[in-house]
């Protein structure tokens, strides 16, 4: 079993519409969350962390479950420039490991 | 801030050859990764250096990848000899302990092995 697992996609979906992505880890001891977003042939870059209690940044909402594993984030109201692929990041141990997944292509067009 | 460096950004090799990469992270940051994305794949971490030294190398194959840190600043990543399954991008990152456990990556180095 991967430690990260996530759908590849891609996700085709039309503007202004609300798109979600969802990621399974395999660690128990996994003590931070986090989506990172990579453009095509670009280096990944930190979208936003992800908090037991939930978190939203503007039109993106992140949700983790411990108990399931399990991470997901939301995107609404979906813009072109949200094209691009959403990367499950988990951290493990304590030197700053971190674990990415597979990534979720994610394409909106008109 | 200047962001984290890297060159080349291309190399084409033939399978047998040896390549370099070289990294400059970001002023100031202790920690140096490595990272292999192979296409349609995540990043996988190669090597983990904290200042110079090696934090994690589980991932790194020894058989033929080496890396330094010799001044806790720069870093060389050196395949030697490449093989076909090696074509990929070359992803360096740094942080600081401040950061939130926040990576940031240079813009890679593509390789690809004939």
């Known amino acids: 079993r991967k430690e990260v697992e996530q759908d590849p996609g891609p996700f085709n979906v039309p503007e202004g519409a609300t798109v979600a992505f969802n990621c399974t880890y395999s660690n128990s001891a996994s003590q931070s969350f986090f989506w990172y977003r990579q453009d095509c042939r670009k280096e990944p870059k930190l979208l936003m962390s992800v908090y037991s209690s ?7 909402t992140a949700q983790l479950n411990r108990a399931s594993q399990y991470i997901s984030l939301l995107i609404r109201d979906s813009k072109l420039s949200d094209s691009a692929t959403y ?10 490991k971190l674990t990415f997944g597979t990534g979720t292509q994610l394409k909106v067009e008109l | 801030e200047a962001g984290v460096a890297q060159s080349p950004r291309y190399k084409i ?21 490595w990272y292999q994305q192979i296409l349609g794949q995540g990043p996988k971490l190669l090597i983990q250096f904290q ?8 991932q790194l194959p020894k058989d033929r990848f080496s890396a330094e840190r010799l001044k806790g600043v720069d870093s060389t990543l050196k395949i030697q000899p490449a093989k076909l399954e090696d074509s990929a ?14 990576q940031f990556f240079g813009p890679g180095t593509r390789l690809t092995v004939l």
């Open chain 1, 54 to 60: 939930g978190n939203e940044d503007g039109r993106f």
């Open chain 1, 87 to 96: 990367l499950c990041v988990v951290l493990t141990g304590g030197g700053n």
């Open chain 2, 13 to 33: 090799i033939e399978k047998r050859q040896s390549v370099a990469f070289w990294c400059n992270p970001i002023s100031g940051h202790a920690t140096l990764y």
């Open chain 2, 51 to 58: 200042n110079n030294g090696v934090v994690d190398d589980s």
């Open chain 2, 89 to 102: 991008v070359y992803l360096c990152a740094s942080s600081s302990p401040q950061g939130r456990n926040e």
